[in-house]
Nanobody, 121 residues
Framework: QVQLVESGGGLVQAGGSLRLSCTVS????????LGWYRQAAGKQRELVAD???????NYADSVKGRFVISRDYAKNTVYLQMNTLKPEDTAVYYC???????????????WGQGSQVTVSS
């Protein structure tokens, strides 16, 4: 069974940094895209950043220049380095994977359990 296990959330003051990690495990699969979404209280889930199998990255405008997404292909792990954090970055952050299990004919969406990031002013 494919699992996305996150770590690294927490409480930080505005201007501080945090790094999120997400490791994919379980079964045989190929990974297309890994990324991070977030959902603040009362708001819809939104894309923060993602990275394709070829290393192309995509960022939400609100985090460009502050967040960096990276990927360790050997470890099936994606990271989100979050710098210069703002109170409006407070949300539950979800790891997302677009992946194909062995024997399947199309990619499917997989999600991590969510990590709370709280930025105090």
């Amino acid at each position: 069974q494919v699992q996305l296990v996150e770590s690294g959330g927490g409480l930080v003051q505005a201007g501080g940094s945090l790094r999120l990690s997400c490791t994919v495990s379980g079964g045989s699969f190929s990974i297309n895209t890994l990324g991070w979404y977030r959902q603040a209280a009362g708001k819809q889930r939104e894309l923060v950043a993602d990275i394709t199998s070829s290393g192309n990255t995509n960022y939400a405008d609100s985090v460009k220049g502050r967040f960096v997404i990276s990927r360790d292909y050997a470890k099936n792990t994606v990271y989100l380095q979050m710098n210069t954090l703002k109170p409006e970055d407070t949300a539950v952050y979800y790891c997302h994977g677009l992946m194909r299990r062995l024997g399947m004919w199309r990619d499917s969406d997989y999600w991590g359990q969510g990590s709370q990031v709280t930025v105090s002013s």
